[in-house]
């Protein structure tokens, strides 16, 4: 079947090789515009302010933006070592934006492995960093198209799926992790419809999910978060799609704050909850949940989401960006590798062996 959808390019090179063009997501769904990034503010401040957001996608403006500034110091004329030195200073930076999702501090080690070779010039230096940052891009393109292919067996025509927050094609490079079997099935004919969580405060589910789902032409209706116990109740979906952040070693799962709510609706309504994340995710230096650190947001994003304050100025807010999953609720968790179940552990761990192995070889 002929794809029915296009997904949005998320991140590309400027012309120049020396900015990054991103897909500014906080004027979605309103306006689809593209800015450039230059310097290492600008590509904080873009990770910071979820200009790019989802796991894979901060990792892969990581690596990006390490060659763009490279590329830079290689014009201000600095010699080898100032070079590494300037762009190992970028990516620390970088590499404390944000938190909780692994796959930037992942991307950056990558990076990282470039810089401590420490051959050639500062221009030499720059065109391998590029490289791999575009290695890292078309490796996360395979990697998404791989977790639509071995989940999309879990779909049946005219099934709905639930899922929370965004980890579509604008999470990623690519067509995305918890909706890249959506758009696999879709391709081979079924009929799939979704339920996306509005995903507060920052509305990730209705003005992320419900904008990419609808563009490519699938069938996708918005609740409120408070209302999926009340679908669960009286429409139960078929199945429960989630990205990922950061999962540990046994399988405890960090997401968007919400997934975790969804898990235990799902496991009391008898409903498989399955998570979808690429082996980048996959942190087995952090052993369980309980290990992973959390982000927390400001309280005006709370307070006043999009303008209008909907609390009082002087109340406290509490403001996770993430909860966190215990494994025992999680069915099974899908990366590139193929399906896995409990015991995680060890699946995960082959997992992560034989993405590396791949890289190697290539």
């Avoid at 690596?63 to 070592?81: H, V």
């Avoid at 391998?128 to 290695?135: T, V």
């Avoid at 999309?152 to 639930?162: E, K, R, S, T």
């Amino acid at each position: 079947m002929t794809k029915p959808y296009e997904v949005p390019t998320t991140i590309r090179w400027a012309a120049d090789g020396r900015r990054v063009r991103i897909l500014d997501q906080t004027r979605l769904p309103t306006e689809r515009l593209e800015v450039d990034l230059q310097t290492v503010e600008e590509f904080e401040e873009a990770i910071q302010s979820l200009r790019v957001r989802g796991a894979p996608l901060i990792g892969i403006t990581a690596a990006m933006g390490i060659g763009a500034l490279a590329r830079q110091r290689a014009d201000e004329g600095l010699d080898a070592d100032s070079a590494i030195d300037a762009v190992s200073r970028d990516a620390d930076r970088l590499a404390a934006a944000r938190p909780t999702a692994i796959n930037l501090v992942w991307a950056i080690e990558r990076v990282r492995g470039i810089l401590s070779d420490g051959t050639g010039s500062a221009a030499e230096l720059a065109e391998r960093l590029s490289a791999e940052a575009n290695d890292i891009l078309s490796e996360d393109r395979r990697m998404c198209r791989a977790i639509g292919e071995h989940a999309a067996i879990l779909l049946q025509d005219g099934d709905a799926v639930i899922t929370h927050c965004n980890a579509g094609s604008l999470a990623t490079g690519g067509i995305g992790t918890a909706l890249a079997p959506v758009y696999v099935a879709t391709e081979s004919g079924k009929r799939v419809s979704v339920f996306a969580d509005e995903t507060r405060p920052l509305l990730q589910g209705s003005r992320l999910t419900a904008w990419e789902l609808s563009q490519a032409g699938i069938d996708v209706t918005v609740i409120s978060d408070n209302m999926a116990a009340a679908l669960f109740a009286q429409h139960p979906p078929d199945i429960v799609f989630v990205g990922s952040d950061r999962i540990a070693a046994n399988g405890d799962v960090a997401n968007k704050v919400g997934t975790y709510g969804l898990a235990v609706l799902a496991r009391h309504h008898g409903v498989p909850f399955y998570v979808l994340a690429p082996t980048s995710t996959v942190d087995l230096q952090t052993p369980t949940g309980a290990d992973i650190p959390i982000e927390h947001r400001s309280a005006d994003e709370v307070r006043r989401g999009f303008g209008k304050l909907t609390a009082p100025v002087e109340v406290a807010v509490w403001s996770p960006a993430f909860d966190v999953t215990p494994h025992e609720l999680v069915t099974g968790i899908v990366t590139e590798a193929g399906i896995h179940v409990d015991p995680y552990g060890p699946a995960l761990a082959e997992a992560v062996r034989l993405a590396a192995d791949g890289r190697t070889s290539d």
